[in-house]
Each structure stands twice: as C-alpha cells, then as structure tokens.
C-alpha cells in the first residue's frame, strides 16, 4: 500500500494569513494526488485533484502543487470559513489511500 | 446533479453482518470509467478507502479488509451495496460512498460524496 504523510497534523493560524500543508507519499503519484476539506459533521469536499486542478466552484485562494512524491495545498489568505480538516488522498495505485489529516484552527 | 445516500442499520451487533446501500443519481454506473468507493471515517479520525466498484464490475478492496469486504451493484436500482463480515467495535465508523471517474482528467478524484451514515458496532 502507499503511505501517505501529511504535515503538520494541526496548524494555528489567523485570518488573513497564508498557510501551506505538506503530502509526502511513499512513491512517485504522478499527478494522482488530491486534497479534500472537511468541517465538523459533514462529508469530505474535493477541493483540488491531479495535484493543482481547482474543483469547479472552490475559491481561488486555494491551490494545489507538486509532482513527483511531494506535494502542497496553499490558502491564499484564510478566510473563517476554511477552518476545517485537510486530507490528501492518492489514487495512483488501489488501494486508495489518504494522509492522516491537518487540521486547522483559528488562532 | 449528481447526488448519493448512504442508508442502513445505526447498530450493529459483534460478528453480525454489516450491509449498507448507496443510491445514487446523476449518473449512471453503466457508463465507460464511472466508479463507487466506499470510505470509512471513525469517530475522531482519518478516512479509509474501503473498496469500489467499476461500471464493468471490477472490484478492488483494501487490503486488511479484504477478506470481510464484499462490493456490489444493481445498475438498474442505481445502487451499490457494501457487505462487511463479522463487525467488531473498531468498525464503528460513519460510512461515505462516493463516485470517480477513471477517464478523463480528475485522475480518480472522488469529486462526489454522500452524506455518511454513522453505524455504531456494540452489544
């Protein structure tokens, strides 16, 4: 199986700020990696997949970039709403996996 | 629009069988790369990829999971059923289905999910 890693596991941040997660995968993806958000009691959204494709309907302050094994989400300049839960996710090989999380937290 | 549901029992006793339904509309199974996963999430922590199921009926399943996981579809109902054997607590999860699409350029990105059902496994 392809082990994910993400970092950091959790991230204090204001609004306003710019804030970069990390995907490691334990081989080369390709562009199979995607990332989601998800807020409390509610399903997963895909917001970004093939590495930097923006998922129709997602704001622009969110990006995706990396190729290879390493790869980043960005926000641009958080805003309340993106206090949440990221994972990344690679469907280069089933089974499928997903990083363990980063969560977001407002400062 | 394409939407899916996840329906089924909330408990569950150990050793049971868990099945649980997805019904899905928007789409059609039966169309060339279209796909259903299953992906778990227990209370508090990460999501797991369980299974999918192919519009040409391959199946492919997690790998410790594998002997205790059965995927399957009615394309005619536009639904896809998850089978899981002998539940113990640690499977007390909610349960999402979601769709991909193995053509084209999302590369398999689950870009649709249900809602999730919580499924508790207790005595």
């Known amino acids: 199986d392809i082990q994910m890693t993400q970092s950091p596991a959790s991230l204090s941040a204001s609004v306003g700020d710019r804030v970069t997660i990390t995907c490691r995968a334990g081989q080369i993806l390709s562009s199979y990696l995607h990332w989601y958000q998800q807020k409390p009691g509610k399903a997963p959204k895909l917001l970004v997949y093939a590495a930097s494709s923006l998922q129709s309907g997602v704001p622009s302050r969110f990006s995706g970039s990396g190729s290879g094994t390493d790869f980043t989400l960005t926000i641009s300049s958080l805003q309340p709403e993106d206090f949440a839960t990221y994972f990344c996710q690679q469907s280069y090989r089933t089974p499928y996996t997903f990083g363990q999380g980063t969560k977001l937290e407002i400062k | 629009q394409v939407t899916l549901k996840e329906s089924g029992p909330a408990l569950v006793q150990p050793t049971q069988t868990l099945t649980l339904t997805c019904t899905f509309s928007g789409f059609s199974l039966s169309t060339s790369g279209m796909r259903v996963s299953w992906v778990r999430q227990p209370p508090g922590k990460a999501l797991e990829w369980l299974g999918r199921?192919?519009?040409?009926?391959?199946?492919r399943y997690n790998t410790s999971l594998k002997t205790r996981l059965s995927i399957s579809k009615d394309t005619s109902s536009d639904q896809v059923v998850l089978t899981m054997t002998n539940v113990e607590p640690l499977d007390t999860a909610t349960y999402y289905c979601a769709r991909s699409s193995g053509v084209g350029s999302t590369r398999d990105a689950l870009d649709i999910w249900g809602q999730g059902t919580m499924v508790t496994v207790s005595s």
């Open positions: 199921i192919d519009w040409d009926d391959e199946k």
